[in-house]
């Protein structure tokens, strides 16, 4: 299968997870469940769950346990963060997904409780789906827990706001802003994939590390394209960072610097990835997808 078939069967398969394992927009209270599967269903890139499948894959091929619930999780997740980033308390933005912010489309504690309520059902989900395995769902909400808590996740949106208007941010900062904000989700679904495929220590950790580059290389981009991209390609407001005067890699490294510097993590993250027994087609191909990314 090549890789675009491939990367369309997995986002389907994450799809379906999502509208089976996220209660259904008629639940009590309506106005709370509909703008959980607004945000949900606005059709995002679903890298992190796709990662959990691919990885759950490449160390157990025959599919002995199902990744679904924790992808399904992690992008629940993921979802609470970005539209807890875009109100008005944090990133302030109108555009999300191609469509108006939670709070724009319904309102500013509707939109806060329904992140409250995606990263509650997160967790929820995790330890109940893997109920059948204590060891196993108990080291899986650990690794969301951990990614998603004060000293990553959170830690890197604090470190982040903290950072904003100031022109000053030493590249150190930078890298702790980006490797907590951003990798650190990143590094979770290859761990998840992981454990649930039943991989040895090493090379869980091994594909932690590869998250790791995955995710610096993925902000880097991300950088890159706020500062060339146009909005209505991004499906968010571009050019943000440069009007906050926010320190960003492109700012300390000119774009061009920034893209080499995407490109280093990107090459350490496919090398890490050829160490690997069994077929890493799919996440090398992957690997180099986001990073030539045009959204
Ligand atoms: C509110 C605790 C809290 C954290 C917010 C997600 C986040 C942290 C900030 C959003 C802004 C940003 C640039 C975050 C870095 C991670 C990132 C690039 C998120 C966007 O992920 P994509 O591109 O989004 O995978 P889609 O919409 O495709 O899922």
Redesign the pocket.
């Known amino acids: 299968m090549d890789f675009t078939t491939k990367l369309r069967a997995l986002v389907s398969q994450v799809e379906q997870g999502l509208e089976r394992l996220v209660p259904p927009a008629d639940t009590r209270p309506v106005l709370l469940h509909r703008a959980m599967r607004y945000s949900l269903e606005s059709g995002?890139?679903?890298?992190?769950p796709v990662i959990v499948l691919a990885v759950a894959e490449l160390f157990d091929p025959s599919g002995g346990r199902d990744p679904l619930p924790a992808a399904v999780a992690l992008e629940c997740l993921?979802t609470y963060?970005?539209i807890?980033?875009d109100l008005p308390c944090?990133?302030d933005d109108d555009l999300?997904?191609g469509r108006p912010t939670v709070h724009k489309a319904f309102d500013e504690a509707t939109a806060l409780l329904a992140g409250d309520a995606l990263l509650t059902h997160a967790l929820g989900l995790m330890v109940s789906a893997y109920a059948e395995d204590p060891a196993l769902a108990v080291a899986l909400t650990r690794d969301l827990a951990d990614a998603a808590g004060s000293r990553r996740?959170?830690g890197?949106?604090v470190e982040d706001l903290a950072a904003e208007g100031r022109t000053d941010v030493p590249a150190s900062d930078l890298e702790f802003i980006h490797l907590n904000?951003?990798a650190a989700l990143l590094e979770a679904s290859f761990s998840l994939g992981a454990r649930i495929g039943g991989a040895s220590d090493h090379d869980r950790s091994l594909v932690v590390g590869v998250g790791r580059d995955l995710g610096l290389a993925?902000?880097i981009v991300?950088d890159v394209l706020d500062a060339t991209a146009e909005s209505a390609t991004l499906g968010k407001t571009a050019g943000k960072d440069a009007k906050s005067g926010k320190t960003t890699y492109v700012s300390v490294f000119g774009v061009e610097g920034a893209r080499l510097r995407a490109r280093a993590h990107s090459d350490a993250a496919r090398d890490a990835l050829r160490t690997l027994p069994g077929d890493i087609t799919f996440l090398t191909e992957l690997v180099e997808a986001l990073t030539v990314r045009k959204k």
């Open positions: 995002g890139k679903r890298i992190r993921h963060s970005l807890h980033d944090m990133d999300r997904r996740l959170i890197g949106q904000k951003t993925f902000q991300d």
